[in-house]
């Protein structure tokens, strides 16, 4: 016999060893033989058919076990969830805007024909018109009810003569986006220019002394460090009411689209100062266009001992836990604004909490043939190590100080040029977690089971990204705030016990 033919009778006697190990003639022989070791130490037949032991039983028997399971998840809102200043509930008084537009400004023009776009050219916002009114927050909540997602739960462990271990691992995450305001009509990174009021998409270009060079023909290469802004006219709606304890927001208004500062006082006289001394006014803050995320990342790790007790009456059994938790809720919240005077605003804010302590807790469970059922409880006395970090820019494309042929720029702040955020907050809290949970399962062989299971979960002296940004000009800033949160998931998996 040759060595080839050998080989291939020997992989076919392993093949065959295998089949008969794995198979469930085997699987029920080892059960009922006379010489078969205890139910709770068969070997790994994960598809061995349930008999009588199994059964019998109880939900989770001795030995190890593990469980994998897919989550849906839900979370409800932050508190106060408003974007906008907070603590100013009666509107404030401000010249609002009815729309905006971009004029392509070329300090060396050199022919008329021909327009050179240089590194010193600019964009150059002009106001076409606007109304007194007032200052006001469009967006009273910035979240839906609830937010979902979905996420993982892991869960394996030992028990031997009533007394193991298990360790749990928990990840997921929720995610929200809203949009409020108009459709985003912005090509961003195209040199293309809106014209003067009333000419929307004929892009004008002009010189430094207000002299109309080009009408009509948009610049042919890219405005170096300049973004694509068009203005959205007559569609402004998005209000956000800022503090400004400053004055920073004052400037000239222009309600009949002249380009030129409007005197307010009447004394024949631009002057600056706040009206009635001067002719400057609260300038509103009111987006064409402001989308909002936010999102929650949820990751959890516990390590704790088992006590099985006696089984109960009726049948039921209790397990008693006590180890460590520690628990990461890593909350998001993303705004961007675009049109109007504080064009463009990015705000990253960031709330990270990471939680750690001791963790207690029972689970009774109860099994009635193939069917079992189980609540478990959990509470942990956690230590909340909270650090919040909130970066952005707020005015990305603001040009205060003068306008054409050095008169005030009107319909914007005269003094505010914009601002980069970049602030963070470190505290620590006592956030205790408590954890309830509702599970079902269903044997479908020897020693594996369907499960389903509802979890909620209530934390206090949560951080919430949300709900701590102080709109405050002219760098925003954090707000010390913790709040309770609840969570609750449905999820579905399977769970061996061997």
């Known amino acids: 016999m040759n060595t080839n033919s050998k080989r291939t009778r020997f992989v076919q006697y392993v093949l065959s060893l295998g ?27 994960l598809f061995a058919p349930v008999g009588e032991h199994d059964v019998e039983r109880s939900p989770r028997g001795e030995g190890y076990f593990g469980s994998v399971e897919r ?63 007032f200052q006001l927050n469009s967006i009273d909540d910035a979240l ?33 986006d809203r949009v409020y305001g108009v459709d985003d009509k912005r090509i961003d990174q195209v040199p293309s220019i809106q014209g003067v009021p009333g000419s929307e998409g004929s892009p004008a270009v002009i010189d430094e002394n207000g002299v ?7 610049p042919t290469a ?21 503090a400004d304890p400053l004055g920073l927001l004052l400037g000239f208004t222009d309600t009949n689209s002249d380009l030129l500062p409007d005197d307010l006082n009447g004394d024949g006289v631009i002057t600056a100062g706040a009206f009635p001394g001067g002719d400057q006014f609260r300038i509103g803050v009111v987006f064409d266009r402001l989308s909002v995320n936010n999102r929650m990342d949820q990751n959890s790790v516990e390590v704790m001992t088992i006590r099985r007790k006696k089984q109960l009456q009726g049948g039921a059994n209790a397990e008693a836990y006590l180890g460590m938790r520690f628990l990461e809720m890593d909350d998001r919240f993303q705004l961007n604004g675009l049109g109007g005077v504080l064009s463009d605003m990015v705000l ?14 029972f689970r009774i469970s109860k099994k009635t043939n193939r069917w079992s059922t189980a609540v478990q409880a959990k ?15 707020i005015g990305d494309h603001l040009s205060a100080g003068s306008g054409i042929a050095g008169t005030p720029l009107a319909g914007f702040p005269n003094t505010f040029g914009g601002a980069d955020l970049q602030h963070r907050l470190l505290t620590e809290r006592f956030s205790p977690v408590g954890e309830f949970s509702f599970d079902a399962g269903y044997q479908i062989t020897s020693q594996l089971k369907l499960k389903t299971r509802w979890t909620g979960m209530v ?32 999820s579905i998996g399977v769970e061996m016990n061997r």
């Open 379 to 393: 509470f942990m006395a956690g230590a909340n190590f909270a650090s919040i970090r909130q970066t952005g820019v």
């Open 19 to 45: 089949v008969i190990l794995l198979s469930c003639v085997n699987a029920n022989g080892q059960a009922w033989h006379d010489y078969s070791p205890p139910p709770n130490y068969f070997d790994w037949q």
């Open 212 to 218: 109309m060079l080009v009408a009509a023909v948009a």
């Open 222 to 242: 890219p405005v170096p460090g300049f973004q694509s802004i068009p203005a959205i006219q007559g569609l402004t709606s998005v209000h956000v009411n800022f």
């Open 144 to 176: 839906p009810q609830t937010s979902d997602g979905n996420g993982n739960r892991i869960e394996f462990g030992w028990v031997d003569e009533g007394v193991g271990w298990m360790v749990g691992i928990e990840n997921g995450n929720m995610t929200q």
């Open 348 to 361: 990253n804010n960031n709330a990270l909490n990471r939680i750690i302590g001791p963790q207690f807790g």
């Open 459 to 490: 934390a206090g002296g949560i951080g919430r990204a949300a709900n701590t940004v102080l709109y405050q000009i002219p760098t925003l800033g954090i707000i010390n705030r913790s709040e309770d949160l609840f969570a609750h998931s449905i």
């Open 71 to 133: 989550m849906n998840m839900w979370l409800l809102r932050p508190n106060q969830a408003s974007i906008g200043n907070l603590a100013g509930a009666a509107p404030t008084p401000a010249f609002l805007p009815s729309h905006i537009d971009y004029l392509f400004v070329v300090p060396n023009p050199g022919s008329p024909a021909v327009v050179p776009v240089t590194s010193t050219s600019f964009l150059l916002p002009i106001v076409g018109g606007g109304s007194f009114g």
